[in-house]
């Protein structure tokens, strides 16, 4: 059974830095991508961005382009998230999550694991 373990979250003042990580644990073919998802309270659980195993494929949400940076560790079975110039409107909390499609899909339907959650937050 595949597992996933978020860490990395904490409070952050605004144009700082935080790097979540995600450790799979029993990966197969369940996890050919992993994606990293983000939700506040009363909204939607929304795309940030998602990564290949195999290839690297990475992809973005267009509000974190250019300030987070998704990356895997294969001999780790580690997947990170570089989130830089945070914002207080990146303040929530952050999933990661795991699907067998190849190419990353960004709609939360198609990721069928996920990790408990750890929370950021981003002060003004």
């Known amino acids: 059974q595949l597992q996933l373990v978020e860490s990395g979250g904490g409070l952050v003042q605004a144009g700082g830095s935080l790097r979540l990580s995600c450790a799979a644990s029993?990966?197969?073919?369940?996890?050919?991508?992993m994606g990293w998802f983000r939700q506040t309270p009363g909204k939607e659980r929304e795309f940030v961005a998602a990564?290949?195993?195999?290839?690297?494929?990475?992809v973005y949400t267009d509000s974190v382009k250019g300030r987070f940076t998704i990356s895997r560790d294969n001999a780790k079975n580690t997947v990170y998230l570089q989130m830089n110039s945070l914002k207080p409107e990146d303040t929530a909390a952050y999933y990661c999550?795991?699907?067998?499609?190849?190419?990353?899909?960004?709609?939360?339907?198609?990721?069928?694991?996920w990790g408990q959650g750890t929370q950021v937050t981003v002060s003004s």
């Open positions: 029993g990966r197969s073919f369940s996890s050919n991508t």
């Open positions: 999550a795991a699907t067998p499609w190849s190419q990353p899909p960004t709609s939360r339907l198609n990721y069928g694991y």
């Open positions: 990564i290949s195993w195999s290839s690297g494929s990475a």
